[in-house]
């Protein structure tokens, strides 16, 4: 079933980059350390699925390959300090934002020095001192905290925003709207990312959503709302970049819904029996962000294939050193357990 | 690498199944889909078919013994394998690396050696029973049989303490040296309170001089029966009717369904809880001998509890069937069974001898023919029961004389509560009964 | 000392740590110019300005969700719910964001915020306006659980509680509002977690809290000139308990009554046995622990239901009568 619509896209698809990235005020640098994270990112991932395979999880994980241009190109655009509130398919939005991947395996593993010194997995990673305030099990859950950080930056008057990124399932929970309203009347500075990525468990957006695309429920709440292709990296920095300001100037909340893809099912008991082989392949082949971000770069000279091979090469070194540390780290000290459920 | 011979979860919450047979030996080719082993669960009896082709080896889990399901339970080796290839994890045993000729050879000699299953032999070992202590259920000693020799143990080793007392009753008599079976409750139901526990314990009465053969010290449930029944003689009118009833349409009831519960594997009924049951639909018509008199009113009672008095080594006990009214012949009896042994084994708790509202005396097994019994206060009848004779009777107008199982009922009432119609109608709908028990029991 | 109602001691324990932290604030319907549906905030708008008084569209959901977040990064709110029922509709951001953040993120996280609400029946309110429904919420390690009973306790308490650095739910009887009581005027605190006991004796003890204190209170000043010596623990903090005092008097008096208006099943009473239950008071105890509750029942609207539906002082008295006579 395909539910996406092209043609719908607010964005203008992305075919030289260097002259998008001139516009968007981005160095060829930048260009590049954006296409290295995606491939981290994407990485990042397919490790995780390995040790999973491996028996090494003890848990289960939600991954997020196929998503990448989005977290990338929303993490790209937003400042250093701004607050992040994200779903439990959040690897890679922590990554985006710079987040040490030797403590996020150690937490997706389960050891004393992950993130959360083991308390929360795969599903609650957090920083809380870098502002990351930490990736939500509950669908919509992050929606209306970030309400409330809103209104500490409000009444604190700084210049920050909050990014919230859910999915196209968390939109249809009640928290949606409660949220949106609340963020509107107060013109907080909340930045409302929906990364469609077209399933909420197995169930189809379009089968369970009354009319898309999400983004014109904005309109209800009298607040921007775009609908842009989620694949194209630079087109999520672009209106992320956009939402963002506009929330920093005061000006109130914006959504943005970047359509995207997952391709591992959506958590490791799913056997993909509701979308078909060839619907995968599609995307993964035609659409997949980080081959067609780096046919652009090719195509611009700001890579070669060599380049190519060598950024992928130096990124599986640091994911596999990742997986190291996380082995040789500890477990936690389970005279612990009672840690922490108090201040 | 050998195919694991996964048993298979057959059904929600099921752990284990029983193997009952298998169809196939070791070192035997099996077809993929081919019946291998019949097993049972305690809802079906079913075939487990052969996952994958090969040869079948490294059996684990024999007739008889239980296999936990989704774990392994044999192997199925391809031409060439051994069984030393197994990976060791997802399996409840250990698979011994033998060639299969040699494991069967094995498995016959043990057989031979002592009758026991490998399972059985283990738990006993676990459990410290002595296996040649226990008596097999079947033509084996099994796990089940192992296990219920170790119940059986740790009741005998520990006898619950059935006074009712508070906890702080208790604490103070232990720190007094108090036995708590001497001293009277001021509590409800008799229940000793912390201030009932005297200081020390009451110095016993000195021996009486006179030479005997052994004594019965009067104290703790000796003594209470004999207060108890003193009690009850002395202050309660007791009147006494007794019946005859003709018992063959209730043995061949008795003996019907005992065949019936034979074949299920059941256990079978006694005349005692046969009896019971017919007593308890008698009570729900005539609930004044289901009645408890208080001071100043007489309460007919919602709930049937039945008391059974059984004998035991040091005196009488009663333990009650709660709600005998709402329960089947079969639950009667197994509840019956095992309140007895219960009894039998001093571990019965307060809550199983507490709240009886009638009671049922059977000496018939001790061949009393008939006998008067004391009713057991608050109830207001007791029904003292004797054994079957078989005897001549006239058993028609025409004045036929046939032999037939007869059996003598005395029911003894409290007559401020019932009058002597009153127990009169209640036998007669006894007599009736247990000479048409099908009316009742379906 | 002054004598206030219980409605102006929290107003002004509120009022008293808004002007000394600026990081608290309140947040939830009506409860600007309007003053809260039960007058609670009356007057703070003009002090502090609708930022810090900041009227919410009804959405509990909403309020207390933006609670946890704005606690998550250094605010202090205070969050109303206008009737305890309506936090039915807040568990989420309650029980799964709020009570376990520190938790799931290591220790990292602190989530300093008060969940006020008004509970309890005897107003005519009926079936969704009058639950106790605090038993839930003590089921949820990560929260605490506090209910005052006096005037005096409110206003400590609930400077206690802002300044504490965990959530908490503030959970105040209706019918205690108009309370009076003497309360000193500036700043004293109560700390959470401690019980008090409102009533010494030595025949009975009665576990109880917010509005069942008055009542047990009654009763038992009423049996003293009978010679019959109830002691009344008032927990105050319903989580984290204070099992010390609870177990201490039992071992004292042997006798242990539980009183809550919640419903008994599941009630928090039962909480309390178990936790004499396994301590060294159950070698002290001379009867069985007893319970009395609401009955199992949504609160009904006419008078006199409602007022079967919940323990009266009758009640309390008269099954205190028979423990201390042991007729159980």
Avoid at chain 2, 104 to 110: D, F, P, V
Avoid at chain 2, 223 to 238: D, F
Wanted: aromatic share 6%.
């Amino acid at each position: 079933m395909t539910t996406w619509k092209k043609e719908e896209f607010d964005n203008l698809e992305t075919t030289n980059v260097l002259k998008k990235s001139e516009e968007l005020g981005l160095s060829h640098e930048q260009l590049v350390e954006m296409y290295r994270t995606m491939v981290k990112v994407r990485l990042f991932e397919e490790m995780a699925d390995k040790q999973y395979a491996l028996g090494k999880v003890h848990g289960t994980m939600h991954l997020s390959a196929g998503q990448e241009a989005v977290a990338v190109g929303a993490g790209f655009a937003v400042n250093k300090g701004d607050y992040l509130l994200n779903h439990h398919r959040g690897h890679g939005h922590f990554i985006a934002s710079g987040a040490d991947v030797n403590k996020m395996m150690a937490e997706f593993l389960g050891k004393d020095t992950g993130y959360c010194r083991g308390r929360g997995g795969s599903m609650h990673i957090a920083d809380v001192t870098a502002n990351n305030l930490g990736a939500n099990g509950i669908v919509g859950g992050g929606l209306q905290l970030a309400v409330g950080v809103g209104l500490a930056i409000q009444m604190k008057k700084t210049d920050q925003i909050v990014l919230t990124i859910f999915g196209d399932g968390a939109s249809n929970e009640g928290i949606f709207h409660e949220s949106l309203n609340m963020a509107a009347i107060w013109d907080l500075p909340i930045l409302y990312l929906c990364e469609n990525n077209q399933y909420g468990m197995s169930a189809n957006v379009t089968r369970v959503s009354a009319k898309t695309p999400f983004k014109g429920r904005a309109a209800g709440y009298g607040i921007p709302g775009y609908y842009i292709d989620g694949n194209d990296v630079l087109a999520v920095y672009e209106f992320v970049h956009k939402a963002a300001q506009n929330a920093r100037e005061g000006k109130g909340p914006v959504l943005v819904e970047a359509q995207t893809y997952r391709y591992f099912g959506h958590s490791k008991s799913d056997r993909n029996l509701y979308r078909s082989k060839e619907e995968i392949e599609y995307w993964k082949t035609v659409e997949d962000p980080i081959v067609r971000f780096g046919k652009l770069l090719l195509e611009a000279g700001l890579l070669t294939e060599q380049k190519i091979e060598e950024i992928h090469a130096e990124m599986n070194n640091e994911i596999e050193e990742s997986v190291k540390f996380a082995e040789n780290s500890p477990e936690p000290d389970v005279n612990d357990v009672m840690e922490w459920v108090y201040a | 690498m050998p195919t694991p011979f996964i048993m298979p979860k057959m059904d929600m919450d099921q752990e284990y199944v029983t193997i009952t047979n298998w169809l196939k030996k070791e070192g035997e080719w099996i077809n993929k889909g081919e019946p291998v082993i019949e097993v049972e669960t305690d809802k079906i009896a079913s075939e487990i078919e052969a996952p994958e082709s090969g040869i079948l080896a490294g059996i684990l889990y024999h007739a008889n013994e239980e296999a936990p399901v989704t774990k392994v339970v044999a192997y199925i080796l391809k031409e060439g394998e051994t069984l030393e290839s197994a990976p060791s994890s997802d399996q409840g045993k250990t698979p011994v690396a033998q060639t299969p000729s040699q494991d069967l050879n094995q498995a016959e000699t043990s057989k031979q050696d002592v009758s026991a299953t490998p399972l059985a032999k283990k738990v006993s070992a676990d459990l410290g029973v002595p296996l040649d202590q226990v008596t097999p259920s079947g033509s084996k000693v099994t796990r089940r049989d192992v296990e219920a020799f170790a119940d059986n143990m740790k009741e005998v080793v520990t006898p619950r303490v059935c006074v009712p007392a508070t906890p702080a009753a208790r604490s103070l008599a232990a720190q007094r040296g108090v036995s708590l079976e001497d001293v009277v409750g001021s509590g409800p139901r008799g229940r000793v309170q912390a201030k009932d526990v005297p200081m020390k314990a009451a110095v016993s009465e000195p021996v009486a001089p006179e030479p005997v053969a052994a004594t019965i010290p009067l104290v703790g449930k000796r003594k209470r029966i004999a207060e108890r029944l003193t009690a009850s003689y002395q202050s309660t009118p007791h009147i006494y009717l007794t019946v005859e009833v003709d018992m063959s349409a209730a043995e061949s009831a008795r003996k019907r369904i005992n065949q019936m519960a034979d074949k299920k594997g059941q256990p079978t009924v006694s005349m005692t809880a046969f009896l019971a049951k017919i007593v308890a639909w008698a009570l729900t018509r005539h609930p004044k001998l289901n009645a408890s008199l208080q001071t100043d009113r007489i309460e007919l009672l919602e709930a049937i509890n039945i008391g059974i008095a059984t004998a035991i080594d040091d005196g009488l006990i009663v333990p009650v069937i709660h709600g005998i009214d709402k329960l089947g012949l079969r639950e009667i009896s197994e509840c019956l069974g095992y309140l007895t042994r219960q009894a039998r084994n001093g571990a019965l708790t307060a809550a199983e001898v507490a709240e009886g509202t009638f009671t049922i005396s059977n000496l018939g097994m001790y061949g009393i023919s008939s006998f008067t019994a004391i009713i057991n206060p608050p109830q207001s009848a007791i029904l003292a029961v004797g054994g079957l004779v078989r005897k001549p009777v006239v058993i028609d107008e025409n004045d036929t004389i046939a032999v037939r199982p007869m059996m003598n009922m005395t029911l003894g009432a409290d007559h401020r509560v019932v009058d002597g119609a009153d127990a009169a109608a209640f036998l007669a709908d006894l007599v009736k009964a247990l000479e048409a028990p099908e009316f009742i029991l379906y | 000392m002054p004598e206030i109602t219980y409605r102006e001691a929290v107003r002004d324990a509120m009022v008293e740590e808004m002007r000394r932290d600026e990081t608290v604030f309140l947040l939830g319907e009506d409860i600007g110019t309007y003053g809260g549906a039960f007058g609670v905030s009356a007057g703070m708008l003009a002090e502090f300005g609708p930022e810090r008084v900041r009227e919410t569209p009804i959405s509990e959901l909403g309020i207390v969700g933006a609670a946890a977040g704005a606690a998550m990064v250094g605010m202090k709110p205070i969050a109303e719910i206008m009737f305890m029922d309506f936090i039915l509709l807040a568990l989420e951001p309650l029980m799964n964001q709020a009570a376990k953040a520190r938790y799931m993120f290591g220790g990292k996280a602190t989530v300093p915020m008060v969940v006020r609400m008004p509970g309890g029946s005897g107003t005519g309110a009926a079936a969704q306006h009058s639950q106790s429904l605090e038993s839930i919420l003590m089921h949820i390690p990560g929260i605490k659980v506090v209910a005052p009973s006096t005037p005096y306790d409110a206003k400590g308490l609930l400077i206690s509680a802002i300044r504490d650095r965990n959530p908490v739910c503030f959970v105040e009887h209706k019918l205690l509002y108009k309370v009076k009581g003497e309360v000193p005027t500036g700043e004293y605190t109560i700390p959470l977690g401690v019980a008090d006991i409102k009533h010494a004796g030595t025949d009975i003890t009665v576990v109880t809290s917010g509005i069942m204190v008055q009542k047990s209170l009654a009763v038992a000043q009423k049996l003293s000139q009978e010679g019959i010596s109830v002691e009344v623990v008032d927990l105050r903090t319903l989580r984290p308990l204070d099992t010390k005092t609870i177990i201490a008097s039992v071992k004292k008096t042997g006798k242990l009554l539980v009183v809550h208006e919640a419903v008994k099943t599941g009630g928090w009473a039962g909480e309390i046995m178990a936790v004499v239950s396994e301590s060294e008071a159950f070698d002290h105890l001379d009867a069985p622990m007893r319970r009395l509750a609401g009955k199992d029942v949504p609160i009904p609207y006419n008078r006199f239901l409602e007022a079967a539906a919940v323990p009266q002082e009758n009640d309390i008295e008269a099954e205190i009568r028979a423990m201390v006579a042991n007729k159980y």
